[in-house]
């Protein structure tokens, strides 16, 4: 199999990019234009197909959290866009009491509270949440288990809309590991996961009717634990004693990758078609809701996005420092038909859809509470 360069006229078969450069380009990682095969770094499966412009994993890595790490999201440039729930309005989630198989405490009531933000123009613009979570409400290592580890996995279990997640390829924990000990330390970053993810997506009816097709969505998921962030006036001990994590998703181009047999046999977007296809051994396993979809044709959509997840600083009476807090910032296009929709409109949509993740990811941590009480019964 040849790689993704034509032979010496060093363009890419793949996409419009000169490949020969990429590996001194300083790409911007923080776009929806989708990663070609040469982009990527490098990994057994895509070794008979990449060539030699490929970036290192090293290089690959410090590219693109110089790029996270630089990330300010409280800076001048960021513009409020009003709360989820609207004003008025109020979402709560009941939450059992964390560890405690003997239910000693009642639930709680926890609120739903997002605030929308927008940074830059049309559709250049960054989407943003930002949510808070009391250190009472939620635990840190809840919120970390299901946001930053396999983030696109457990997207898949909490996120209603999404009917089939497939991880497609994943990079070896060691030789992540390897790279990360050549990152700036200043980073603290400790390990770091990376995969790559085909995502379906069901798209909401439209006045009882069905207008749009689903979407599908390939990006390349890498979370980041650092051991500290920076506080204002703290000591380094006290810093260090702070858990962040980012994770960052970067927009695929899936057709790059269809002589990539290990993608291929996971993969369900039949890229010919475009289609939704479940192969015989996948449909044994498919759920009725995915049966349901099984043949029919999606739309590709694309986005980037980067979440940033800082654990609450301070134990001491109410204060910003007692809250959990997770930013999240989105580029998308999703693709067909939603292109006619005037922007303003999808803007707000999105918005909401973002700010209602929020709530998703609440109700998942209360169904894992439960599920760990049900557990606790039988052992009793
Ligand atoms: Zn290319």
């Given at each position: 199999?040849?790689?993704?360069?034509?032979?010496?006229?060093?363009?890419?078969?793949?996409c419009?990019?000169?490949?020969?450069?990429?590996?001194?380009?300083?790409?911007?990682?923080?776009?929806?234009?989708?990663?070609?095969?040469?982009?990527?770094?490098?990994?057994?499966d895509?070794?008979?197909?990449?060539?030699?412009e490929?970036?290192?994993?090293?290089?690959?890595?410090?590219?693109?959290?110089?790029?996270t790490?630089?990330?300010?999201?409280?800076?001048h440039?960021?513009?409020?866009?009003g709360?989820?729930?609207?004003?008025?309005?109020?979402?709560?989630?009941?939450?059992?009491?964390?560890?405690?198989?003997?239910?000693?405490?009642?639930?709680r009531?926890?609120?739903?509270?997002?605030?929308?933000?927008?940074?830059?123009?049309?559709?250049?613009?960054?989407?943003?949440?930002?949510?808070?979570?009391?250190?009472d409400?939620?635990?840190?290592?809840?919120?970390?288990?299901?946001?930053?580890?396999?983030?696109?996995?457990?997207?898949?279990?909490?996120?209603?809309?999404?009917?089939?997640?497939?991880?497609?390829?994943?990079?070896?924990?060691?030789?992540?590991?390897?790279?990360?000990?050549?990152?700036?330390?200043?980073?603290?970053?400790?390990?770091?996961?990376?995969?790559?993810?085909e995502?379906?997506?069901?798209l909401?009816?439209?006045?009882?009717?069905?207008?749009?097709?689903?979407?599908?969505?390939?990006?390349l998921?890498?979370?980041?634990?650092s051991?500290a962030?920076?506080?204002?006036?703290?000591?380094?001990?006290?810093t260090?004693?702070?858990?962040?994590?980012?994770?960052?998703?970067?927009?695929i181009?899936?057709?790059?990758?269809?002589?990539?047999?290990?993608?291929?046999?996971?993969?369900?977007f039949?890229?010919s078609?475009k289609?939704?296809s479940?192969?015989?051994?996948?449909?044994?396993q498919?759920?009725?809701?995915?049966?349901k979809?099984?043949?029919?044709?999606?739309?590709e959509?694309?986005?980037?996005?980067?979440?940033?997840?800082?654990?609450?600083?301070d134990?001491?009476?109410d204060?910003?420092?007692?809250?959990?807090?997770?930013?999240?910032?989105?580029?998308s296009?999703?693709?067909?038909?939603t292109?006619?929709?005037p922007?303003?409109?999808k803007?707000?949509?999105?918005?909401?859809?973002i700010?209602?993740?929020?709530?998703?990811?609440?109700q998942?941590?209360?169904?894992?509470?439960?599920?760990?009480?049900?557990?606790?019964?039988?052992?009793?």
């Amino acid at each position: 199999m040849g790689s993704a360069l034509s032979s010496g006229a060093g363009a890419c078969k793949y996409c419009p990019k000169p490949a020969t450069s990429t590996r001194r380009q300083l790409r911007q990682y923080s776009n929806i234009h989708p990663l070609c095969l040469h982009q990527l770094p490098p990994h057994i499966d895509l070794s008979q197909h990449q060539g030699s412009e490929h970036p290192t994993l090293t290089e690959y890595l410090i590219h693109v959290f110089t790029e996270t790490y630089r990330t300010d999201f409280d800076d001048h440039t960021w513009s409020d866009q009003g709360r989820y729930p609207s004003s008025g309005g109020s979402v709560t989630v009941s939450m059992p009491p964390f560890g405690s198989i003997l239910r000693l405490t009642g639930d709680r009531d926890v609120p739903v509270e997002v605030d929308k933000r927008v940074k830059g123009e049309g559709r250049f613009a960054f989407l943003a949440r930002r949510s808070c979570h009391h250190i009472d409400d939620v635990e840190f290592s809840e919120l970390d288990t299901t946001l930053a580890q396999d983030h696109c996995g457990k997207e898949a279990l909490y996120d209603p809309s999404i009917f089939d997640g497939i991880e497609l390829l994943k990079w070896d924990a060691k030789d992540l590991q390897r790279a990360v000990i050549e990152l700036d330390p200043e980073w603290r970053v400790e390990r770091v996961q990376m995969s790559m993810y085909e995502m379906f997506h069901e798209l909401p009816k439209i006045g009882g009717k069905k207008l749009l097709q689903n979407r599908v969505f390939h990006v390349l998921c890498i979370t980041a634990h650092s051991s500290a962030y920076h506080l204002p006036k703290a000591s380094d001990i006290e810093t260090m004693s702070h858990a962040q994590s980012h994770t960052m998703q970067l927009a695929i181009n899936i057709h790059a990758l269809q002589n990539v047999q290990s993608i291929v046999s996971r993969s369900r977007f039949q890229a010919s078609s475009k289609t939704y296809s479940l192969k015989a051994q996948a449909l044994v396993q498919a759920t009725e809701r995915q049966k349901k979809h099984n043949g029919n044709k999606v739309t590709e959509g694309k986005y980037c996005s980067l979440e940033r997840l800082r654990e609450a600083c301070d134990r001491d009476p109410d204060t910003p420092e007692n809250y959990h807090r997770w930013d999240m910032m989105t580029k998308s296009d999703a693709g067909g038909c939603t292109r006619l929709a005037p922007r303003s409109t999808k803007r707000k949509e999105t918005l909401n859809a973002i700010a209602k993740d929020v709530e998703y990811v609440l109700q998942y941590i209360r169904q894992q509470r439960l599920a760990a009480i049900s557990i606790g019964d039988l052992t009793f």
